[in-house]
């Protein structure tokens, strides 16, 4: 299965949405994370980083990400800080990811910076 078909995001959606949506240790408690399937399994760090948030953001559940350090997660940091400042939702966040997925040719898809398209898209809309 293709990381960025729509099948693909949703299933990793869900995945995520069904490890986040409880209440243990207490209702509301963060989320911390990491760069789930990003090893051994080559999954794009930054796609899978955003679509944990957007499950955590339905959860009703802060993310703390941990990324070990990864180069790829450059850039997490000023889009999380952007879509905060300007009241962004996961639903938004959520279509621009799908956007970004069915734009790229799938020999460019492993290079691709997710954060910053998706950034520039929000920009671009959100100003």
Known sequence: MRQYSETAILRELNKAYVAFNHE???PGAPVATGNWGC???GGHVQLKSMLQWIAASACSRPVTYYTFQDQ???GMEELTEFLKEKNLTAGRLFEE???FAAQIEPQDKLKMNCFNICGLLFKSKHG
């Open 24 to 26: 243990y240790p207490a």
């Open 72 to 74: 790829n997660c450059s």
């Open 97 to 99: 990811v799908k956007s």
């Open 39 to 41: 090893g051994a399994f």
